[in-house]
Every structure is written in C-alpha cells, then in structure tokens.
C-alpha cells in the first residue's frame, strides 16, 4: 500500500496540474475576449473596403490596419470557429466601438454596404479608352471619357503621380507617340467609389491596386534584366495574345527566346493597337502587318514603344516567370476554333507555316 506521504505528495502535484490548467484555461478565455473586444468607445467612423477576391487573411490584416481590431490571430480563429468567413465585397461604414463579433457579421451582409458606392468594373485586358468610357458611364456623364484622357495624358498631371508612385518614371510615360500616357498601369479590378469622387481619387485607386501588385512581386521586378515599363509593355502583348494562365507563360517565353535571338516580336495585337480607331476586326490586325507605327513589332524590332492595354495579375505573372521550356520561337492561335482552339508552338518557321496552313490562319 502507498504511504500517507506518498498520497500527499501525489494529491500536491495533481492539485497544481490543474491550477495550472485552470490558470492556463482562464488566460485563454480572457486573450479571447479582449482579442475580441472593440477598439474604442464608437466615436470613430472608418471606411473599411473589401476588394473582390480578398482572402480572410488580407481582410484581417486590413482589420488592424485601420485598429478595428485588436488581436489578429483571435479574429481569424473565431472566424472560421464560427464560420464568419464568407466577405461581401465593397464598402462598409464601421466603428471603433464594433467588436469583432459585430464586424465580422456586418461585413458578410450585402445589405449594410454603403448606399453611395459606385461600382466600377475593369476586366484584363481592356484598352484606356475603354476604362474612361466605363467610368463616364458609371459616373453617368459626370466626367466625359474625353476629359478622363486628357488628365491622363497631362504630363504635369502625371509628374504629381510620379512624386507618389514610385513605379511611374515620367521620362517613360512622356511619350508623343503614345495614345494614353497611364495605358498599362490602370489595373483590372472591381472598385467600390465614393459618389462623388474625382478622376484624381479614381486614377489613384487603380494606380494603388497596380502599387500593391508591383509590392507583392518587388524582388521579380528588381531581377528582371527589364524596367518597370518594359515589363508593363510586355505583359500588355501577352495580356492580348494569350487567354489562359498556361498559355501567357509560354507566349512570354516564346517573346524572351525571339529578343534573345534579336528577332523582331511580330505580335499581330500591336498592330490591333497601332489601328487604334480604324480598329474593327481581329482580323484587321493580321491584314495590315506593313502599317507604319511605333506599336507594329513586324515593322520595328524589340518591344512596341509602349503598353497596348492594361495587363491583370496573370500577365505579369507570366512575364515575371516565364516558360521558356521546349525553346519555341513561334506560336499560332486556333482563333476561329478550325482544329481544337489551342495556341501552337513550334521552334522553326517550317513548322509554324504548316501549323498555320492547319489553322487557316494568315501569314
């Protein structure tokens, strides 16, 4: 049989095992509660925007950028413990006195988005002139697409934009040849706008969506043998001529292996961009590979001397970290769905003519 003392000493340690866990589990509780707790007292009104796409860790993280919450990693955990994790897009109008509770409910609910919110939708691909007349529309004629572009083109307008944007070089963007001065850097997305705000405050917010792109992919860009501009144009082209993830990697693959070789790009879009206006038909732009243009690269050798549209996430991606495998220099594209729709690639002219004949596509 165990001695008393043996007893005593065992009870001691069971008794402060479960001191401790009775510590511990109180600790817990109270980290929680105040992790969950408001900020303030709800004298504080902050405009919180939700882009779309914006996973729970850049919401939470968003959340404490502008002190609505005071513990991260407890936000996140009751978060997905209580399955508040499904954000409606836009913009809200939160307090510092919410708690996180409350926050989290609020902003999963469609109807307590603020009412003066104006919707501006960019997709990939879209050429500036496009994007002024979409946010003239949206803006229902506040600002005419005409007067959009021309701040645009203002080169002391685009100084100022530079003081605040380190990826704007003025001496890459102050071009006579170019159509839009800021063509490429207003980035493809869904934006949440005041009602009344001004081409300045638009500009801004794609150029700050463009900003956190460049942020995120910093070190790609500083080991890039391209500047920021360059690699702007390029993914502009790429943006244009390919359609999936897969097929932008390797199109900018087969753009790095010509310029490598020194071969001119001969990218039938930038003869699209060279038509500008007169542009109708895709098939304009396999017609009128002869046009005289800074754009046309059958005409003139290396990039088009600047961006011809605004590229998205992929496209940058593509250019950053290109597929050069197999070492293709070629590429055609079943545009009109003749054989199987795909884009084709092939090392030597030979092989792309006959590809090509396949297609029904246009040398």
């Known amino acids: 049989m165990p001695t008393r003392r043996k007893v005593n000493s065992v009870r001691v340690v069971l008794i402060v095992v479960v001191s401790i866990l009775i510590i511990a589990g109180l600790g817990s509780i109270f980290m929680i509660k105040t992790g969950l707790s408001s900020t303030g007292s709800g004298d504080k009104e902050i405009v919180f925007t939700i882009e779309s796409g914006d996973t729970l860790d850049e919401v ?5 950028k502008d002190n609505l919450i005071s513990n991260p990693s407890v936000t996140k955990f009751y978060a997905k413990l209580s399955h508040n994790t499904n954000f409606v897009a836009g913009t809200f109008e939160l307090n510092n006195g919410m708690d996180t509770k409350e926050i989290l409910s609020y902003i999963q609910d469609s109807t307590k988005l603020k009412k003066d919110t104006t919707v501006l939708k960019i997709p990939e691909g879209k050429w500036a002139k496009e994007i002024a007349a979409e946010i003239s529309e949206v803006y229902n004629g506040k600002y005419s697409a005409e007067e959009i572009l021309s701040q645009w083109n203002d080169v002391s307008y685009i100084q100022k934009l530079a003081k605040d944007y380190s990826f704007l070089n003025v001496d890459d963007l102050n071009n006579s040849n170019y159509k839009v001065k800021l063509e490429g850097y207003l980035f493809p997305d869904t934006y949440y706008l005041e009602e009344n705000a001004t081409i300045d405050d638009i500009t801004r917010v794609m150029l700050d969506r463009f900003e956190l792109m460049y942020k995120q992919n910093k070190e790609a860009f500083k080991k890039s043998n391209m500047s920021v501009h360059q690699i702007v144009t390029l993914s502009s082209v790429v943006q244009f001529e390919a359609g999936s993830k897969e097929d932008m990697a390797k199109v900018a693959g087969v753009f790095y292996n010509r310029l490598d070789q020194n071969m001119k790009l001969q990218s039938s879009v930038t003869v699209c961009y060279a038509l500008y206006d007169d542009f109708n038909d895709p098939k304009d732009c396999e017609t009128n590979p002869e046009m005289d243009s800074p754009y046309n690269t059958y005409m003139n050798e290396g990039l088009p001397v600047g961006p011809i549209l605004n590229p998205g996430e992929e496209a940058f991606q593509a250019v950053l970290n290109p597929d050069r495998k197999g ?37």
């Open 327 to 363: 070492g293709y220099l070629f590429f055609a594209a079943d545009i009109y769905n003749k054989v199987d729709g795909k884009v084709h690639y092939s090392k030597t002219y030979e092989e792309h003519q006959q590809i090509c004949e396949r297609l029904g596509l246009n040398l």
């Open 60 to 64: 939470v993280q968003n959340l404490k």
